[in-house]
């Protein structure tokens, strides 16, 4: 699976998040978007015996998920529509909700799910504007060469700044915490953060693309990342990641 080629980096960020989390023993938490379940696995293994359940639209990541995970709970499920049916102690998502548009609604909608003193927590990429390789995507796909192909609204990351979280959860949250954090990740080649975006940023483009265009796609946005990530001495490319992370208890 192309999201699991860097694991490790990315589980990095879900954990940073999950031993930041101030609660003792949650007896029922809810991982939304937890793709093939390594996030559900790391709250297992912070609390082993809490009932967690994980959610995702995609019907590969949860076959993926019940297939390593068996013993956990799976729900086939867009996140803007799922309801709990019972109170929860955490609502926690990593790296998902960039996906899903109205914020504004949703997370407030979040916090009402929550039993007294639970907690919604989140960490989504922050670098939507600002990342030089998510920028060429947008430039590439703006080209002479592929404006016509592509439809007029490619599926976009929402993630807005700490300040619009703040004024957002402030009034419904007994305490709040918010921070960003930019991870730089030491990889081998340019190629490698070709490979990184295939699974995320670049999914909404290459996936309304035919073979022979993707593979055209591909080649010219590895050759944009070459001129843009310039090598380390030894050849080694760093790519920086900032990540906003927010926790609101109720």
């Not at 993630?159 to 954090?181: G, M, N, Q, V």
């Not at 190629?191 to 975006?197: A, L, M, N, S, T």
Request: charge should be neutral; aromatic fraction near 12%.
């Amino acid at each position: 699976m192309q999201y699991l080629k860097f694991a490790d980096e990315r589980s990095r960020p879900c954990r940073d998040l999950i031993y930041r989390i101030m609660l003792d023993s949650p007896q029922r938490i809810v991982d939304l978007g937890c793709g093939p379940g390594n996030s559900t696995a790391d709250l297992a293994g912070r609390w082993p015996d809490a009932e967690i359940t994980g959610l995702d639209y995609s019907t590969e990541m949860i076959t993926a998920a019940r297939n390593t995970y068996p013993r956990q709970e799976w729900i086939h499920v867009d996140i803007s529509s799922w309801k709990a049916l019972v109170p929860v102690d955490l609502i926690f998502s990593n790296a998902a909700l960039q996906w899903v548009d109205h914020h504004a609604d949703l997370l407030p909608k979040l916090m009402h799910m929550l039993k007294a003193g639970g907690a919604l927590a989140i960490q989504m990429p922050a670098n939507y504007h600002t990342a030089p390789a998510q920028k060429l995507i947008r430039d590439l796909a703006a080209d002479i060469r592929w404006h016509k192909i592509f439809p007029s609204v490619i599926r976009k990351w929402h993630c807005h700044e700490p300040e619009f979280y703040y004024d957002l959860l402030s009034r419904i949250a007994t305490k709040l915490d918010l921070w960003t954090s930019e991870y730089i990740h030491i990889l081998n080649r340019h190629e490698d953060i070709v490979e990184w975006y295939k699974g995320t940023g670049l999914r909404p483009y290459l996936d309304v693309l035919s073979t022979s265009e993707r593979a055209d796609f591909i080649a010219a946005y590895q050759d944009l990342i070459a001129r843009n990530y310039p090598p380390q001495a030894d050849g080694r490319i760093l790519f920086p990641f900032r990540r906003l992370f927010l926790i609101a208890y109720r």
